[in-house]
């Protein structure tokens, strides 16, 4: 609504200015005659002064409408690529930078590893504690994930209760240190969800990850393998699987 009213009084301004200009320039003219109104210096002061005026009017209406664009421009990129929920980069910004990670681990014969987590019986969350929390539970994990891994890492939320970690220029030691890590924080107890509550709730995630591998031709490839690892995790309960 700021955004729609600024531009429209930048407008309004701009309109009225220029307006202004030539009503001035119209009355001194019209008035008297054009014979009985010679173009005098006060009459040339004026007109300056007003036409000066209108162009700085318009032209600082034309840069707050511009900036007010690019704004929102970046406001609009920034949701298309990250999860509304959780601040992490959501499916569609995973894909696009698995698919260049991995072609750029080709490029300069670099290692990559995906890691693929899956909250264990979610659904029981959401069910004895309702959805607010349940959202509050994923925020928090989103960001636990967030400060277990390097600033280079790119943490995702693909959907729902699944999460995945791009980890670029490592292989198998820092995939399996990274779920080592996540387990050791969720066996240290219940997380805290809800500061002004105090709501405590036992979180557990089953962590797969498979690393980038020659026969491997496209992103999918990694992802399914690392599924895979996940799913024979969840399956056995175990702390990590690779594949």
């Known amino acids: 609504m700021a955004r729609i009213f600024s531009f429209h009084a930048c407008r309004h301004v701009a309109a009225i200015a220029v307006a202004g200009m030539f009503g001035l320039a119209l009355i001194l003219v019209f008035t008297k005659g054009p014979a009985a109104a010679p173009v005098t210096p006060v009459f040339l002061s004026v007109f300056a ?6 162009l700085v009017a318009v032209s600082r209406c034309r840069s707050e409408t511009a900036s007010e664009f690019r704004a929102e421009l970046e ?16 499916r569609r910004a995973f894909t696009r ?6 072609q ?3 490029w300069c014969d670099h290692p990559l590893a995906l890691v693929i987590i899956d909250l264990d019986d979610f659904k029981l969350v959401n069910d004895h504690f309702g959805h607010l929390v349940g959202d509050a539970v994923l925020t928090r994990f989103g960001l636990l994930l967030r400060e277990l891994c390097r600033a280079s890492d790119i943490v995702a939320r693909l959907g729902g209760d699944e999460f995945a970690i791009i980890i670029r220029q490592a292989g198998e ?9 996540l387990n050791t924080v969720l066996s240290q107890g219940p997380i805290l969800v809800d500061d002004d509550a105090g709501v405590h709730v036992s979180v557990g995630a089953s962590a ?7 026969e491997m031709s496209h992103f999918t490839d990694l992802v399914r393998a690392a599924d895979v690892a996940q799913y024979e995790v969840k399956a056995r309960r175990a702390p990590v699987s690779a594949m």
């Open 208 to 214: 797969g990850f498979a690393v980038l591998a020659p």
């Open 97 to 102: 930078h698995l698919d260049r990670d991995m």
């Open 49 to 54: 002064l007003t036409t000066g005026f209108s």
């Open 75 to 90: 406001r609009l990129s920034h949701l298309a690529e990250h999860d509304d929920l959780s601040g992490l980069a959501n």
């Open 173 to 181: 030691g820092e995939a399996r240190a990274v779920i080592k890590r």
């Open 104 to 106: 750029l681990a080709r």
